[in-house]
């Protein structure tokens, strides 16, 4: 159900003052968290189900939302406008935790919790989904009661469906973004393919993420490989074998975390693998377009950090209206221009159009089909393949 477009003026102002406060949650992750070996999934304690405790909603009108650091707008005196505008309307006291900084640790620090059933402090948290696919197969999550979540309809059609949880019956995406190519405007040529990163002239000048599923996914593209689709072991073979290559060679410089930045910033590198937000912070901050991020040829990655309700939870409710609120399509479009990462609410387009017609045909905030036409996600991936792969990438990764 969508609901008209505020006429608040404050509101307007917010969202138009958005775009000078853009800033990246990818560039404040743990600058080795990206490239940690995955944890293997844990094995099921025999076949028992995990029960999920009594809802006290009714009567508990608080929540705790674990997030990634500055992924949800924020004014100059640090309170988040659409939250409190969501605690004012639902009367639900809601804590909103900065403390997801990595999908591993922090899966290694909830692990044993979720296990038992246990509440592990947060009613709602928002996983990459590579994540929350593991969470889904372990039964660590809680399944939705879609009555108070009408809005949920509005989930874009390319999202709505993944392979680890069809319908969305136990997750609901928050925020997007893409990994492609970076590149110094002022000090090489244009960059327009995977094979470029390799010229002669920017050996020693490249970058790459220690994202396994962001580099390596645009290094199989580049070999021709749908990697939302069906491939194995030889392919990934060929790809980390570029990756060794160029690792050995000199030509990649560093394989990093969101510190990748640094070197952008120092011109250490030239040119890099990266993420879409990250780029436009530092030409922001910059004042011009110093650095141009393109979609390679072959295809660019496309991730999603997404809401999941922790078995334990006893708050589910209250944690399914807020779903439902950011889900209203002009909620939506408030926290994209500060996120400056892809919504993936349908209807937010519009309303951003009505409120900053700029900000709505910025691609890598409001994609579309066209450019989700250049885009792949990397496919699920069991535990085997995981840990098996990861393994592979580090091993070049600690030779770089």
Known sequence: MNRPLPEDPMIRSLIKMAKKSQVSRRTFLSGTGGGAVALGLAACAGDAEIIAPEDISATDKTLNWSNW??????????????????????????????????????????????????????????????????WVSLGYVQEFNEANMPNK??????????????????????????????????????VRTIEDLWRDDLNGRVVVLSEMRDTMGLLLMANGVDISGDWGNDEFNAAIDVLTEQVGRGQIRNVRGNSYTEDLVSEDALAAIGWSGDITLLNFEAGYEKWKFVFPESGATIWNDTFVVPVGSPRKTNAEILMNYYYQPEVAAEVAAWVNYVTPVEGAYEAAIAIDPELAENQLIFPNAETLSKVKAFKTLDSAEDNEYQAAFQAVVLGA
């Open 153 to 190: 309809a509005n989930v874009v059609a390319s999202l709505a469906n993944p392979d680890f949880d069809p319908g969305r019956k136990k997750s609901l995406p928050w925020q997007a973004g893409f990994a492609g190519i970076a590149y110094n405007t002022e000090k090489t040529g244009e």
């Open 69 to 134: 650091p500055f992924y949800i707008d924020e004014d100059d005196d640090g309170n988040y406008p659409t939250l409190v505008r969501f605690e004012e309307q639902f009367g639900i006291d809601v804590n909103y935790m900065v403390d997801y900084d990595d999908n591993n640790t922090y899966f290694a620090k909830v692990r044993d919790q979720l296990s038992l059933g246990q509440d592990i402090g947060a009613d709602l948290v928002c996983p990459t989904e590579w994540m929350v696919s593991r």
